[in-house]
């Protein structure tokens, strides 16, 4: 498609978007403050993963008053549920806001680094117009095959385009064939000691007003205080660090799932 033109998003929007962390973070230190604790408790830190936990009530509500899941959606949640490894999957408040903003700046061109059993994938071919295509990467077909005949039975399985290989080399495979700057929104959600690397790629392919989104920034609190045999933390950490940093992008941590960081390319 075209070049977006620099800040294609409307000024209101990435405000209120940028606003959006913030408004998280009140949210919940105001939860925090209204909260019967027992004096001594009070000098304690709060939980390092302030979103409500899976399985609590407070989640469920959240579920309750916001979810709007496709039915087929919501089939294939339940498949990946039943998975051993079901709890990779992105939870479905948090892709029901990927597949929002892919709507919101009306994306054409989707990256998505780690499938899994597709159903984020779905959510955004869900949202995309019928030329719209979700450029998928993933090391294991096995789990993408969860979700293939439900991505058919959606009507949106020619949107995704599944590649098996290593995400690293789809991507320079893209920017070798000319397609720096055509990509719209990436979600980055695959091997966490390669997230530095799958960022700077995307930057690349991601057009001027673009989005990426990059899951489990918070690795269920441990990028506090990285152990020094904790690889994974350690890049999720460094990279938090130098997100802060990055003049190329504007960027919103939100305590959502495992916590995601939007970052706006400028």
């Known amino acids: 498609g075209s070049e977006m033109p620099l800040l294609s998003v409307p000024k209101e929007v990435a405000v209120g978007t940028a606003m959006l962390g913030v408004a998280f973070a009140t949210g919940m230190l105001a939860v925090w403050g209204r909260a019967k604790v027992p004096a001594k408790a009070r000098t304690r830190s709060p939980p390092a993963v302030v979103w409500p936990a899976r399985d609590s009530p407070l989640r469920q509500y959240i579920l309750d008053h916001s ?3 496709h039915p087929i959606l919501k089939k294939l949640r339940l498949l990946t549920a039943d ?3 079901g709890r990779m999957m992105v939870s479905c ?3 029901q806001l990927m597949a929002n903003l892919v709507k919101l700046i009306k994306a054409k061109k989707v990256l998505e ?4 059993t597709g159903y984020n994938a779905l959510n955004m071919a869900l949202v995309l117009p019928d030329n719209g295509r979700v450029i998928a990467c993933d090391i294991n077909e096995d789990y993408a095959k969860i979700g293939r005949p439900l991505w058919k039975e959606a009507g949106v399985e020619h949107k995704i385009d599944l590649r098996i290989k290593p995400a690293i080399q789809t991507l320079d495979e893209l920017l070798a064939n000319g397609e720096a700057e055509t990509f719209d929104f990436a979600f980055i959600d695959a091997d966490k000691e390669s997230y530095n690397e799958y960022y700077e790629k995307c930057l690349r392919l991601i057009k001027k007003g673009g989005i990426i989104a ?3 920034v918070l690795w269920n609190g441990k990028v506090l205080k990285p152990r020094k045999d904790d690889l994974t933390a350690q890049s999720i950490h460094h990279l938090n660090e130098k997100l802060l940093r990055d003049a ?3 960027i919103s941590m939100l305590p959502m799932g495992d916590g995601v960081t939007l970052a706006f390319k400028l």
Do not use: C, K, S, T
């Not at 680094?113 to 899994?116: P, Q």
């Open 67 to 69: 979810l709007r899941e």
């Open 83 to 85: 998975h051993p490894w």
């Open 93 to 95: 408040e948090q892709a």
């Open 113 to 116: 680094i780690g499938v899994f």
């Open 214 to 216: 990059i899951d489990n």
């Open 248 to 250: 190329r992008v504007n």
